[in-house]
């Protein structure tokens, strides 16, 4: 079966542009999970959404980073007024109801120049 | 510092050797263990999932936990070049939010 997906893989922003980064989790997947990983890092906790419920933005790293799901499958990560230091790949992961695991996504690179 | 301490190496072993791959944590809360792998350009993948103290086995992974000492240990046997990764502990304290190593990048040569 299809695994989780993000787009785009790469992309390129100027400083102070606005991007858009998507993810498609498994289907039937309630949680969705964002990180961040810098290069040589391990993933960092972003935010959690319980079906459409955002239940946990505590790693967002400013109030330039949102997120949403607005319907439970579908989630989109934005972020407004890029910086350099945002540069980093982003992963998505999601989990069934009964969690035992994260299933990733293969990541979104974010480069900004 | 860091709530989850693992050495980034470089690890470098010849074909078949046992790998002994570790993390110390300082969060006593912490209660459920887990062990990714990470090809390059790729997503984390799940390898051992381990709650509490105590050892899991998997195939050629071994999976141990010491509360007691704050420490957790991934053992891979008779390694192959196919093991090339970087390998990654992560730990909850049972809700969501996962707590993720730097990772060591680990090599295996033929």
């Known amino acids: 079966g299809a695994g989780v997906s993000q787009s785009p893989r790469y992309k390129v922003a100027k400083r102070g542009q606005d991007v858009a980064l998507r993810c498609d989790p498994i289907s039937g997947h309630v949680s969705l999970f964002w990180y961040q990983q810098a290069l040589g890092q391990g993933p960092e906790f972003l935010t959690y959404?319980?079906?459409?419920?955002?239940?946990?933005k505590s790693g967002l790293p400013s109030d330039r980073f949102f997120a949403e799901r607005p319907e439970g499958s579908v989630s989109t990560l934005k972020i407004q007024r890029t910086q350099q230091e945002d540069s980093a790949v982003y992963l998505c992961?999601?989990?069934?109801?009964?969690?035992?695991?994260?299933?990733f996504g293969p990541g979104t690179r974010l480069t900004v120049l | 510092q860091k709530e989850v301490e693992q050495d980034p190496g470089p690890l470098s072993v010849p074909e078949g050797a046992i790998v002994s791959l570790n993390c110390t944590y300082s969060n006593s809360a912490f209660q459920y263990f887990m062990w990714y792998r990470q090809y390059s350009r790729k997503g984390p993948e799940l390898l051992m999932y381990t709650y509490s103290s105590g050892n899991k086995e998997d195939g050629r992974f071994t999976a141990q936990v010491d509360k007691s000492s704050k420490y957790i240990s991934l053992f891979i046997r008779d390694s192959q070049p196919s093991d090339s990764a970087t390998y990654l502990c992560a730990m909850t304290k049972g809700g969501f939010k996962t707590i993720f190593g730097a990772g060591t990048r680990l090599f295996v040569k033929a």
């Open positions: 992961a999601s989990s069934p109801p009964k969690w035992d695991t994260q299933y």
């Open positions: 959404f319980q079906n459409e419920a955002q239940l946990d």
